[in-house]
């Protein structure tokens, strides 16, 4: 959501007030941005890189074998320049030196950056104890946001910040003669205060002489109480004597029962402690026990997962062989469906035939018999004509 306008404060001088309201408005600018935030980002990386180094096994699979390899050369360089800086002498070397180590940190820098979720998750899982290193980068983040504010100011919006600037600066005179107008208003009622103070300290020293007063007056009933309250002591002291006396017969009385309970106590503690060792020596045999059935349960269980592997890959086999072969079974069904209506389809075409050539015999034969049966008929009339 976006942060309302105060009152009286125009846009531009609101904008160079809070920073999180400058946006970059040009190609140049956003560039110059990415270098400066790129470098805040090195430089907090380059805090952590000590720490991190520090507790390398323990980063060890999150950071990966590249990112490790590199910290361990940057710790092998670090150790040496330190070394040629506390015994110097061999001056090239040391630049040399200087120069592979700025190589290998500028390397790692760029393989942090390539994994920017790296960065951030290493940001919560270090922990950096307060250094010179975040005030540096503290400054380095303000002129950052300086420098920002200093791209995106215009002329106009310069002038409208130091116009801003000269009435604030009225309003602070204004408010300046306020508060002096307050201060005097304030000092008149501390005096005010203060001879009412005065007023009820004179009452409260009156109230202290009649106290006193009261306290003579109360001497003799007080001395009155104390003579009473002295015989009623002696009275109380015989009480308690007596008391004491009984008090110490029952002191002997359960010393005596509690000697009895410690001898009984012993002989149960002597009893259960030899419970508890056979308890002990059982538990112990049973753990061993335990841990022997687990030992053999283990290589069972071990064996069991290597021939249960073993089946899961020869299943994997036999169920891509059992897919071919359903393929082959569907295409087989399909050729013997194909085949079974072809010969389905013959034989209805052979039993047509087959009718077809019975009902042409039938009709050939009838045929024949009718031809010959008109035969005979025209030979016995000619024979019946020639006899009259």
């Known amino acids: 959501m976006a942060t309302p306008r105060?009152?009286?404060?125009?846009?531009?001088?609101?904008?160079?007030?809070?920073?999180?309201?400058?946006?970059?408005?040009?190609?140049?600018?956003?560039?110059?941005?990415?270098?400066?935030?790129?470098?805040?980002?090195?430089?907090?990386?380059?805090?952590?890189?000590?720490?991190?180094?520090?507790?390398?096994?323990?980063f060890a699979r999150m950071l990966g074998p590249e990112i490790t390899s590199s910290l361990l050369e940057l710790q092998k360089l670090s150790v040496e320049i330190q070394d040629l800086l506390t015994s110097p002498g061999d001056e090239e070397r040391r630049r040399a030196v200087e120069q592979h180590l700025k190589c290998s940190l500028r390397n790692t820098l760029r393989l942090f950056l390539a994994n920017p979720l790296l960065y951030h998750g290493l940001k919560y899982e270090v922990w950096v104890r307060q250094s010179p290193a975040d005030v540096f980068i503290k400054a380095f983040k303000e002129f950052r946001d300086f420098t920002l504010e200093r791209l995106l100011t215009?002329?106009?919006?310069?002038?409208?910040?130091?116009?801003?600037?000269?009435?604030?600066?009225?309003?602070?005179?204004?408010?300046?003669?306020t508060i002096s107008a307050l201060q005097a208003e304030l000092e008149a009622a501390i005096q005010t205060r203060d001879e009412e103070i005065n007023i009820k300290d004179k009452k409260i020293e009156n109230l202290k002489s009649s106290m006193e007063n009261l306290t003579k007056e109360c001497k003799a009933d007080i001395q009155q109480i104390t003579k009473e309250g002295e015989k009623q002591q002696k009275e109380d002291e015989k009480a308690s004597q007596d008391m004491c006396a009984r008090l110490e017969q029952d002191v002997l009385r359960l010393r005596a029962q509690f000697k009895a309970l410690v001898l009984e106590h012993r002989a149960s503690e002597l009893v259960l402690r030899k419970k508890k060792c056979k308890t002990e020596r059982e538990t112990e045999k049973w753990v061993q026990k335990y841990d022997t059935d687990m030992a053999e349960k283990q290589a069972t269980y071990e064996e069991v997962e290597a021939v249960y592997n073993e089946e899961k890959a020869q299943l994997a086999l036999l169920m891509e062989k059992h897919a071919l072969l359903l393929q082959e079974y569907t295409e087989i069904e399909?050729?013997?469906r194909m085949l079974k209506e072809k010969a389905e389809e013959a034989a209805r075409e052979a039993a047509r035939r087959n009718d077809a050539a019975t009902y042409i015999q039938a009709f050939w034969k009838g045929y024949l018999v009718r031809s010959i049966y008109k035969s005979k008929l025209k030979k016995g009339k000619g024979k019946g004509r020639g006899k009259k």
Not at 41 to 52: A, C, D, F, H, S
Not at 158 to 173: A, G, N, T, V, Y
């Open 154 to 177: 215009s002329p106009d919006e310069e002038k409208e910040k130091i116009q801003f600037m000269e009435d604030i600066s009225l309003r602070i005179e204004k408010n300046t003669e």
């Open 6 to 58: 105060k009152a009286g404060i125009p846009l531009s001088v609101m904008k160079v007030l809070d920073p999180r309201q400058l946006k970059p408005d040009s190609t140049e600018t956003e560039g110059i941005l990415t270098v400066f935030d790129e470098a805040v980002v090195k430089l907090e990386i380059t805090r952590l890189i000590p720490r991190i180094i520090g507790s390398l096994e323990r």
């Open 334 to 336: 399909e050729e013997r």
